[in-house]
């Protein structure tokens, strides 16, 4: 069943211009906010901007909640959660966009620096599914935090301004590289050859037997810019990610190449339409988690609890609180896994169907299910539900196409969607099609990033 291309809705004029101007407030939001660290600060300010209350403060000051109420709970820096009340009781469920902010990336390790035949260079260790070959010969950057002892924090981030410079991981030149160009590709690049070089002075003014100078210059230096010392490594979060800003992609600009858009072109239009939410009939949620990437675990992952314990204090704060009650909100919720679909891609049509795979330019995408081979690891969502979402995108004339993640047995993958379907709602993954998906520098059509925030408004705002 072939769809429309959604460009068609949105002829030269103001509908275009709407779609243009919605796709720049996130090419420019994905530019600076890298680390999942980075987007929750910058949404924790648009939110309060938009008149969103800390839950903490609710909880301290014992304030009680009632309908059209704005709230967001922060998990440690790198989770959080908006809640926008509704006029039913939040027992009788909730609607909830779920993304993740995290991206593959390269982390700092513990102990990272030192010094090799007068480099200097960070050592890393990889954050999710990467090919390791596309991280090599990039310029790259460095964001993050350090935590001194005494507990003050200081951020870090390198190499995205015009003035700062940049790192990288080397190559092996073409011309001695015939045994590595014989290797499988998963092998081409180590992942322990994934070290940052950073430097190449020595330290001047040293005695001649002092070792490793080109370190102590480098020490030397982010002592001097950020009072640090090479111990405070010990409790930092440094990521490694690519250097720059998104840019338009293609003669017409239809498109956005970018870092990060697995699964921040997701976040941020749920971001967006929780933001829009007024007084809806039902709770409107927005619920961006870390750790996707790795398999959702952790404190900051979808995995952990931080979820429904934030309903159970809004709960609280909203009504007569019970244990029961919160096992009905949950229940009697509709979630959007909102992540990522693979787009085909004509330069390797081999791996899809083309009747089941998402395409740039057709809408948001609805993925009944995700998994590998024999759907291990998915959430396969009901006919019901589907029926109802069709029939709702339609009434709001949001263009929206069906895809699973390639042929049968060439692989597959995973989402937040299992997990809030642990709690018996219904749940399925929707989002925008991504090319180059994992790659330091990914491509999403800007027509479908709009379909999805129009997707997701509506989703909010009707009873399903």
């Known amino acids: ?163 700062d410079p940049v790192f990288g991981v080397s190559d092996l030149l073409v011309h001695l590289s015939g045994e590595q160009l014989e290797k499988k590709a998963a092998k081409v690049i180590e992942g322990e050859n994934l070290d940052l070089i950073i430097g190449s002075i020595p330290l001047s003014g040293t005695k001649e037997e002092t070792k490793e100078k080109v370190k102590a210059n480098i020490m030397k230096l982010l ?40 699964d921040r072109v997701c976040a941020y239009p749920s971001f967006r339409a929780v933001l829009e939410a007024e007084e809806p009939e039902y709770t409107s949620v927005c619920l961006l988690v870390d750790k996707e990437e790795i398999g959702s675990v952790g404190a900051s992952g979808m995995q952990s609890r931080f979820f429904e314990n934030t309903v159970a204090e809004v709960m609280n704060a909203a009504s007569d609180y019970s244990e029961l009650k919160v096992r009905r909100a949950l229940k009697n919720s509709k979630a959007l896994s909102s992540d990522v679909s693979a787009a085909f891609d004509p330069n390797f049509p081999s791996v899809m169907t083309k009747r089941n795979t998402a395409y740039f330019g057709r809408g948001m995408v609805f993925n009944k299910y995700t998994g590998s081979r024999g759907k291990a690891g998915s959430n396969d969502a009901n006919a019901e539900y589907m029926a109802a979402l069709r029939n709702l995108m339609d009434k709001h004339e949001v263009a929206f196409q069906t895809a699973e993640l390639g042929k049968v047995d060439q692989g597959g993958g995973g989402t937040i969607a299992y997990i809030l379907a642990n709690y018996g709602m219904d749940v399925i993954d929707s989002g925008v099609a991504v090319l180059n998906m994992h790659a330091p520098w990914e491509i999403i059509s800007k027509v479908d990033l709009y379909e999805a925030f129009r997707g997701y408004a509506a989703f909010l705002g009707e009873a399903l």
């Open 1 to 163: 069943m072939e769809r429309k291309n959604a460009w068609e809705k949105y002829p030269e004029g103001k509908k275009r211009e709407e779609v243009f101007a919605f796709a720049e407030e996130y090419r420019k939001f994905i530019s600076e906010c890298k680390t999942e660290r980075e987007c929750v600060a910058e949404l924790v300010k648009k939110a309060k901007a938009a008149g969103f209350s800390d839950l903490k403060e609710i909880i301290r000051n014992g304030s009680p909640l009632k309908a059209g109420d704005k709230v967001f709970a922060d998990n440690m820096g790198k989770g959080l959660a908006l809640f926008v009340l509704g006029k039913k009781p939040l027992e009788e469920g909730m609607r909830i966009l779920g993304a993740h902010i995290d991206s593959p990336r390269m982390d700092l390790k513990q102990d990272p620096l030192y010094e090799d035949n007068d480099f200097a260079l960070l050592d890393t260790h990889y954050y999710g599914g990467i090919k390791k070959y596309q991280w090599v010969t990039l310029p790259l950057s460095l964001h993050g935090v350090i935590v001194k002892k005494d507990g003050s924090t200081t951020e870090i981030s390198i190499g995205d301004r015009p003035q």
């Open 223 to 262: 002592e001097a810019e950020y009072g640090i010392e090479e111990e405070d490594f010990l409790s930092a979060e440094i990521e490694v990610v690519p250097a720059g800003e998104a840019k338009d992609y293609g003669f017409d600009r239809s498109m956005i190449m970018g870092y990060g858009h697995d």
